[in-house]
């Protein structure tokens, strides 16, 4: 109990030197990094598992030194490999165009190799130490004058492992191991098994397809807020009773110009009259203050083509329209360097149009002859629907590539490095086309997701890939058979941890964090089911 609660505790020592040493070298913190704890957690843990899982199947008589040296020898470069697959899956995150990510993954990426490095050095220090206990409690228990069974029995129950004493020739086998070896890898090398896999397989990879193409893209605004803010009923009001108009654009001139002369006023008014044009914008409610002037000058009888004149007569004409204060930026010099209007946006309630808004009004504020840029502090917000699905696939190929490369330097067998990467897009499909049907929109936290995704399916499937490559058995069947036996209870352990310890995000009031453990329980039912049953069946077919 001893050991695996210091596998939890070094987690934490990796949390505490992974964001010790990043807000030490000014890396931002932002509130999505928070989730950054309970995806470590279920990576340490999972590590811890393995080398657990090692640690049993070694011979309790044996010396301390031969049993971790068998230990690691076993469980060492697997480990290795799936936490350098994982600390690239989110160092690949840092090519992403939203800041947010970029710190998010800095720092899971940076806490796992503390997580990595904690657990082996300290912790296979702890499983030393407490294999040092066990030989001390079998000394204990094999004293010749030990007459009471009972007492024997509960001693038994409270020192080793399955309350047995260990064969001087045999190790001590967990029976979920058993389990693995006796039971379910035989039912799973059946060749009626593996038809039943193979049609099982197709089916969710027909289902994940679909959908993929029914996922929705863009961040709800509400989602940002807690689900009690004010901010959710104020957006569910404007959404039922204000759904025809959108945000009020500002369309600014950036540099200084002379507005008196009338050919940079024609210019300025065509690039104007050109977002009128646009289907996004409702041009009656176009609000801009040369056109009031204009009109202004025109009824005072004032030449507005003199630049004296014209510079002298916009003061008077703040006082008359208040409202353009702050739409004209005056220097010192009493020269106007900068000025704005405001243009009215509709029909942009869905995800795909406010796109394509942003991306026409981007392209008319570039092809104008007068310098313009289009604002609104929404777009910060829109601005991810014009990158998200190019973000995420470039991240997604990066990343398996990634993967690809080290699992083809690191497990000896190029076909089984392919059977892994193919895993990983299998998983991805999956958890993306399965968001659709838990109403999961495609946004930069789900993005995140899918990096953890890359990740963790990685994981399962790498396990399994090296145990089954290093085997020595003659056969296919047996190779999977004893694969099994090494890392099934391991991986399924690692995937029940990790949903265990997600779950409570479920409760969660904010939508961020449920939508974490919505992608975290798809990527530990679908890595589980790939690292347990797809890649074991499909293996079998080298």
């Avoid at 068998?70 to 939203?98: D, E, P």
């Avoid at 869905?350 to 026409?360: G, H, R």
């Amino acid at each position: 109990m001893f050991v695996a609660v210091f596998g939890v505790i070094s987690t934490a020592f990796a949390v505490l030197s992974g964001f010790g040493l990043m807000l030490f070298i000014g890396v931002p913190f932002v509130t999505i990094i928070k989730n950054a704890p309970f995806l470590v957690l279920g990576v340490g843990v999972d590590d811890m598992f393995i080398m657990i899982s090692g640690w049993q199947k070694t011979k309790l008589v044996n010396s301390i030194r031969h049993r971790l040296s068998r230990t690691y020898l076993k469980v060492a470069v697997s480990i290795t490999i799936t936490t350098v697959t994982n600390i690239l899956a989110f160092y690949t995150g840092i090519m992403t165009s939203f800041r947010s990510i970029q710190y998010f993954c800095i720092y899971t990426g940076t806490t796992l190799f503390f997580c990595y490095l904690y657990t082996i050095t300290c912790f296979g220090a702890v499983m030393a130490l407490d294999g040092k206990r066990e030989v001390a409690c079998l000394r204990w228990l094999k004293k010749p004058d030990m007459a009471d069974k009972k007492c024997s029995s509960l001693k038994r129950c409270c020192c080793l492992p399955f309350d047995s004493l260990p064969d001087e020739l045999e190790a001590d086998i967990h029976p979920m191991n058993l389990f693995f070896r006796d039971y379910f890898g035989p039912f799973l090398t059946r060749t009626k098994t593996k038809f039943f896999v193979v049609l099982l397989y197709i089916s969710y990879l027909i289902g994940s397809i679909y959908g993929c193409f029914q996922v929705q893209e863009g961040l709800d605004l509400r989602n940002l807020a807690s689900d009690d803010s004010y901010i959710t009923p104020y957006f569910d009001v404007e959404e039922e009773y204000f759904p025809h108009y959108g945000p009020k654009v500002m369309v600014i001139v950036t540099e200084t110009l002379d507005y008196w002369d009338k050919d940079a006023r024609q210019k300025l008014e065509k690039c104007l009259a050109d977002f009128e044009k646009n289907g996004y914008v409702d041009k009656v409610l176009t609000e801009f203050w040369l056109r009031e002037y204009v009109q202004y000058m025109k009824d005072k009888k004032q030449d507005i083509n003199d630049k004296n004149t014209f510079m002298k007569s916009i003061s008077s004409f703040l006082v008359d329209f208040p409202h353009f204060k702050y739409d004209v930026n005056i220097s010192s010099s009493h020269e106007i360097i900068s000025s704005r209007a405001f243009i009215q946006t509709m029909h942009i309630s869905t995800s795909t149009n406010k796109k394509k808004m942003l991306i026409q009004f981007r392209d008319l504020a570039k092809n104008c002859e007068i310098p313009l840029m289009v604002y609104n502090p929404a777009f910060i917000y829109f601005d991810q629907y014009t990158a998200i699905i190019e973000n995420t696939i470039r991240n997604v190929i990066v990343a398996s590539a990634a993967m690809f490369v080290v699992s083809l330097l690191l497990i000896p067998h190029p076909l089984c490095s392919l059977w892994v990467t193919f895993a990983i897009g299998s998983v991805i499909v999956g958890v993306t086309g399965f968001m659709a049907f838990w109403k999961v929109n495609l946004d930069s936290i789900s993005m995140i997701n899918l990096v953890i995704c890359i990740g963790f399916s990685f994981d399962f499937s790498a396990h399994i890939s090296y145990a089954f490559v290093s085997s020595s058995q003659p056969s296919v069947n047996l190779k999977t058979i004893e694969a099994l036996y090494m890392l099934g209870y391991p991986i399924l352990q690692s995937a029940i941890s990790t949903v265990i310890g997600v779950s409570v995000l479920s409760a969660a009031k904010a939508y961020i964090f449920r939508t974490f453990f919505k992608i975290m329980f798809l990527v530990m039912v679908f890595g589980a089911a790939h690292g347990l049953i797809f890649i074991p069946v499909f293996l079998t077919f080298i």
